[in-house]
């Protein structure tokens, strides 16, 4: 069992899953974590009854980086072999194919700030900090940080932020397209909440269709981004789904469908 990740559902939000660190006092993601959050994901992704999901730190702090004490007496031999499986670990929530969205309140820094970059939505508490000031260590963002941040937020900010290793304020998080939204800090995890919820009725294959077909489509050239939207596209002919909506759509206007989720 789990000892500082889990997946958590309530009858309150029926149908979002909320993967929460819990490893006080700051959430320090060492190789058990990044291992338990790989375990998290899967079973996102493997369970019916979860048909999005929150990823929360608790209220005071969402991650504060990498656990350093463990890094660091890895020899260069050693962190060769395995850096990739922390890149994995850090990365963990973007392998979720449903709808996904960070609940950031506090610090989320360096691995802390890697993890929330593989989610599709980031809200964050006007007190929050975010920053990836591995550079200050003598190394770089080794969980995707310096791919992820990139496309997010473009080559020039992703490497002023990196470059200089500073925090971020939730202002300037929001201004630059590093957060979607902010709000007070005691309403961060309901406001993600509520963005969740919103896909738990949803038709799933399709959602799922379309977060693949935007992630992957990003990774390539224009002309194979559109061949994969069209093959996923056609795939959806062969769901439940699919014909519910259209039966729906043609009977009783738009948004009005009953999704099973096949």
Known sequence: MAEFVTLET???????GTVKLHRPPMNALNRQVQDELVAAAAEANARDDVKA?????????????????????????????????????????????????????GYALGGGLEVALGADRRIAGDNAKLGVPEVLLGVIPGGGGTQ????????SRAKDMVFTGRFVGAEEALQIGLVDEVVAPDEVYNAALTWASRFTGG?????????????????????????IEAQLFASLFATDDRAIGMASFIENGPGKAEFTGK
Not at 74 to 83: D, N, P, V
Not at 150 to 155: E, I
């Open 203 to 227: 038709a799933s294959a399709a959602i799922a269709a379309a977060k693949a077909a935007i992630d992957q489509g990003l990774e390539t050239d224009l002309e194979t981004g559109l061949k």
């Open 148 to 155: 992820r941040l990139a496309r997010l937020v473009g080559p």
């Open 10 to 16: 309530s009858q309150d939000h029926p149908g979002v």
């Open 53 to 105: 999901v929150v990823v929360y730190g608790g209220p005071k702090v969402f991650a504060a980086g990498a656990d350093i004490k463990e890094m660091n007496d890895i020899s260069f031999q050693e962190m060769a072999k395995i850096a990739r499986r922390l890149q994995r670990g850090l990365g963990a929530i973007s392998e979720i194919t449903k709808p996904t969205v960070a609940a950031i309140t």
